[in-house]
């Protein structure tokens, strides 16, 4: 079991840089990929980016690459994602999930989910 707690969210101008962190419990996070996802008002839920169990890989969507980094810190049990250049378009819920497969793209693919954090962009 896993439990997720994101933190981070807040309102910024566009333009500008915020940075999440999800904060997992458990002894077991160093062999979860991990995955941030994103939920904006009456759309569905959809990737962002993901790291591999180790830090090394990591995957992001193509509305974010060179915007956003992710990283972990397994002896911190955290995964942050940190995002520059902000755009209104990134207004979202942002979601921290953990993954016992692969750092996946697809929602299905992870077991437990964060609250979420929300984000907002100002143009």
């Known amino acids: 079991q896993v439990q997720l707690v994101e933190s981070g969210g807040g309102l910024v101008q566009a333009g500008g840089s915020l940075r999440l962190s999800c904060a997992a419990s458990?002894?077991?996070?160093?062999?979860?990929?991990m995955g941030w996802f994103r939920q904006a008002p009456g759309k569905d839920r959809e990737f962002v980016a993901a790291?591999?169990?180790?830090?090394?890989?990591?995957n992001y969507a193509d509305s974010v690459k060179g915007r956003f980094t992710i990283s972990r810190d397994n002896a911190k049990n955290t995964v942050s994602l940190q995002m520059n250049s902000l755009k209104p378009e990134d207004t979202a819920v942002y979601y921290c999930?953990?993954?016992?497969?692969?750092?996946?793209?697809?929602?299905?693919?992870?077991?437990?989910w964060g609250q979420g954090t929300q984000v907002t962009v100002s143009s």
């Open positions: 999930a953990a993954s016992s497969g692969s750092y996946s793209y697809k929602i299905n693919r992870y077991d437990y």
């Open positions: 458990g002894r077991t996070f160093s062999s979860y990929a």
């Open positions: 790291i591999n169990w180790s830090g090394v890989s990591t």
